[in-house]
């Protein structure tokens, strides 16, 4: 198993990546600096939205990002609470992209 990078520094190091894609992204919820999880909330301007979340794959072992949620953003937007509620130190960061470029695969 590989080492985890902290979260903040993570987190950091991915809105750097996007800024220099000229993709707007945000912090809408910041979690533990540490160890809290990240989710990725990417806004089309269509009124859809995808969420993405890191899950633990026991076959790789290894933790790729995984799409969890597309449709009406207001959905993906109660998913988020939903999750937040039950995980206080997750980190929730929203980018703009109508293409659904994330750039998670980089990361």
Known sequence: MQPRLASGIWVAAYLTRLGQATIPAYVLHRGDETAG??????????????LWL?????????LPWREVLAGPE???????????????????????SRDGTTLLAEM
């Open 37 to 50: 999880a990240v989710a990725v909330k990417c806004a089309r301007l269509d009124g859809t939205a995808t």
């Open 54 to 62: 890191r899950e633990w794959d026991m076959e790789t072992d290894s």
């Open 74 to 96: 207001a959905e993906v937007d109660r998913r988020i609470q939903r999750d937040r509620a039950s995980d206080p130190d997750l980190w929730v960061i929203e980018i703009e």
